[in-house]
């Protein structure tokens, strides 16, 4: 049995975060939002466990005393710190690194033309917004509702999902 967005009432049988994106909100705020949503379908969990039976994990009964490639890696990690901890663009040059080429990519995205998948979209224009509109209305929703939609589209801005 699929499963439907809350938001824009769209089949599916399994709600990713891709979608929920499309909405300004993330898989946390969806379901803050929806607290009784169902974001997998039970035909999804169903084929993920059938295709678990039987499957034995790579590691599975392997240890750092019994296995020496296991005993040989932790060796050689010792005393390291993983990449990313504590780094921000200011103290890590590959995040700088990353942060840069991400900014020029959506920089010329830009400034060839490309525009934002809402840029100058109302509900008297486009379906997708009258969708989102009709719904908003059909559910009454509450005024905290409302509050953590708003938030929800706040935490959008910040990200910069709308460039």
Wanted: proline fraction near 2%.
């Amino acid at each position: 049995m699929p499963i439907y967005c809350e938001i824009c009432k769209k089949e599916f049988f399994f709600i990713t975060p891709k979608h929920l994106k499309t909405h300004q909100l993330t898989t946390k705020e969806y379901k803050i939002l929806y607290p009784s949503a169902v974001l997998s379908s039970n035909e999804r969990k169903l084929k993920i466990s059938t295709g678990l039976i039987g499957h034995k994990s790579w590691n599975k009964g392997l240890t750092k005393e019994t296995h020496t490639s296991l005993l040989k890696s932790s060796i050689s990690h010792i005393g390291q710190v993983p990449w990313h901890t504590g780094h921000i663009k200011k103290t890590g040059e590959r995040v700088l690194k990353m942060s840069k080429s991400i900014q020029k990519s959506v920089k010329a995205y830009f400034n060839s033309g490309g525009k934002s998948w809402l840029s100058g979209l109302t509900k008297e224009t486009d379906e997708r917004v009258i969708r989102v509109m009709n719904n908003l209305n059909k559910n009454n929703h509450t005024k905290v509702q409302n509050e953590k939609c708003s938030i929800g589209v706040k935490n959008a801005w910040k990200r910069g999902d709308f460039f």
